[in-house]
């Protein structure tokens, strides 16, 4: 997201983002990283974002 969406998206999602922190943080850790918030706010974002429920029950429905 863009760096000015950055911050709309980590206040409007303050507890996602809290428990991304959380989790990733033995990862980052473990492998000495750290996750930037313009990463977090990207992971919030995928997300969020809407999702076709059509592509998901096609395969199913081309079976029967």
């Known amino acids: 997201p863009e760096k000015g969406n950055r911050q ?7 507890r996602l983002y ?3 922190r959380e ?3 033995g990862l980052e850790e ?3 990283i750290r996750f930037s918030d313009d990463e ?11 999702v076709s429920y059509t ?3 096609l395969p ?5």
Do not use: E, Q
């Not at 709309?8 to 303050?14: D, L, T």
């Not at 199913?60 to 029967?64: A, D, E, G, H, S």
């Open 8 to 14: 709309g998206i980590i206040s409007r999602n303050k």
């Open 18 to 20: 809290n428990d991304l």
């Open 23 to 25: 989790i990733l943080s």
């Open 30 to 32: 473990t492998f000495d």
């Open 40 to 50: 977090l706010a990207y992971m919030i974002a995928m997300v969020k974002k809407p």
């Open 55 to 57: 592509h998901l029950t």
């Open 60 to 64: 199913t429905i081309l079976r029967v």
